[in-house]
């Protein structure tokens, strides 16, 4: 088998994710109580016995760099490697990245490639479980030049994604970078079931998951023009000049993009949907850590995850995620909510007037309490007023979640 490198993209500024992605890039976001979305696609890479992983990153890199410093480490007599590759000046350039394709383009050299290798290139951002190596087989059965991974989705989500047609041999003959009319998407409606999609009703098309995998002598030409995107530009333009090939991929994949999606994902999480599991078959890998079982009494909780580390007393918590060294006082309620969690505990005989964690008497419906939040005592937090989007202070309110900033103070009795 041909060797397979891996370019993870450790994405943009996050804008979308903003306030998850003041302080961390979006890969090193949490998810599910105590892994990084990062996590993610090496796990998949590890997996499908693909050993040579970089990673590209540029905004707020530190968190991730820690991240990934201290949890992928292998043995002296193993050949695999996760490999960080930060923006970067040179005599040739000093400017940041300029999107997705600049990205790897001026990283690709780092490579030491011979032209006869394989890339995948791969998003930091999304959600699901794949095998690789059958992405790999389908494209050196058909004989492409580039693949691209696409999964079937409803016409009326196309504006979020790019999307895809394809011949009846299976050849891509035409992409569109997040149409926005209906006309635009006329040509890219499927006009035959897909992995058991209809396309009766002609609800449906076919969208990009951000995963390609590339010939690399192929990746080294496209990469000469000046395209800056993969999705706005690369992929559209490479169509034109040879042969891409479409992969259906009939898993569970989400992209995690926005807070909405952020928290639909971790809802769908806490209340154990099938959709994506962490659980059984190991098959998601994050920093191991030596901390303590949680300690849980006189509590009810339903339908959660809690992570270890954590101390709930006398709390109601449902339908929610408990992240790392959360700390959970009496007579709580916290429903429909992620608590990030904390990256230390606090030390005792602390002089703080508000101590980390969620304070006594606490109501938390419906928001993200990101890392080490100071939450007082008798505060309520549920969008009280109902509003979609709203800045304050030390809270945001995005598509009607109520998100509380790392490191944020919330006063005793304040109502949110």
Not at 12 to 34: D, H, M, N, W
């Amino acid at each position: 088998m041909k060797k397979v490198i891996a370019l993870i993209l450790g994405g943009g500024q996050g804008k979308r994710l903003f306030p998850l992605t003041e302080y961390r890039s979006k890969p090193a976001v949490p998810i599910a109580a105590k892994y990084r979305l990062i996590d993610i696609p090496i796990s998949n890479c590890l997996h499908s016995s693909i050993k040579d992983i970089y990673v590209l990153t540029q905004f707020n890199s530190e968190s991730l760099n820690n991240h990934i410093n201290s949890t992928y480490r292998f043995d002296y007599f193993s050949t695999a490697f996760v490999r960080i590759l930060a923006a970067e000046q040179t005599v040739d350039n000093t400017n940041w990245f300029q999107g997705t394709a600049d990205a790897v383009r001026r990283n690709i050299f780092h490579l030491n490639l011979r032209g006869d290798e394989l890339i995948m290139v791969l998003s930091g951002d999304h959600l699901y479980n794949m095998d690789y190596r059958k992405f790999i087989d389908f494209h050196i059965k058909h004989a492409a030049d580039f693949t691209v991974s696409m999964i079937p989705i409803k016409t009326k989500e196309a504006d979020q994604f790019g999307v895809i047609r394809m011949n009846r041999a299976g050849r891509i003959v035409g992409f569109k970078e997040k149409p926005k009319s209906k006309a635009e998407l006329k040509d890219y409606i499927l006009r035959k079931a897909v992995n058991g999609v209809g396309a009766a009703s002609g609800a449906y098309c076919l969208a990009s998951m951000g995963v390609y995998v590339f010939n690399a002598d192929v990746l080294i030409k496209v990469l000469e023009s000046n395209d800056a995107d993969f999705g706005i530009e690369l992929i559209p333009h490479s169509i034109k000049n040879y042969n891409g090939a479409g992969y259906i991929f009939d898993s569970y994949w989400k992209d995690v993009g926005t807070i909405k999606a952020y928290y639909e994902v971790n809802m769908d999480l806490a209340d154990g949907k099938p959709y994506m599991s962490f659980f059984y078959d190991g098959s998601v890998f994050t920093r191991p850590r030596f901390l303590p079982v949680a300690r849980i009494t006189g509590s009810k909780i339903e339908k959660s995850l809690i992570a270890e580390g954590s101390i709930i007393r006398g709390a109601g918590i449902s339908h929610s995620i408990v992240g790392l060294r959360s700390i959970v006082g009496k007579g709580c309620k916290i429903s429909r909510t992620v608590l990030i969690g904390a990256d230390m505990y606090e030390k005792p005989g602390s002089n703080e007037p508000i101590k980390m964690g969620i304070g006594d008497g606490t109501i938390i419906d419906k928001a993200i309490v990101d890392k080490n939040a100071r939450i007082g005592r008798n505060v309520v937090i549920k969008n009280i007023d109902k509003l979609k989007n709203f800045d304050g202070g030390n809270y945001f309110i995005r598509d009607g979640i109520v998100v509380i900033p790392k490191n944020s103070i919330i006063k005793d009795g304040t109502r949110i």
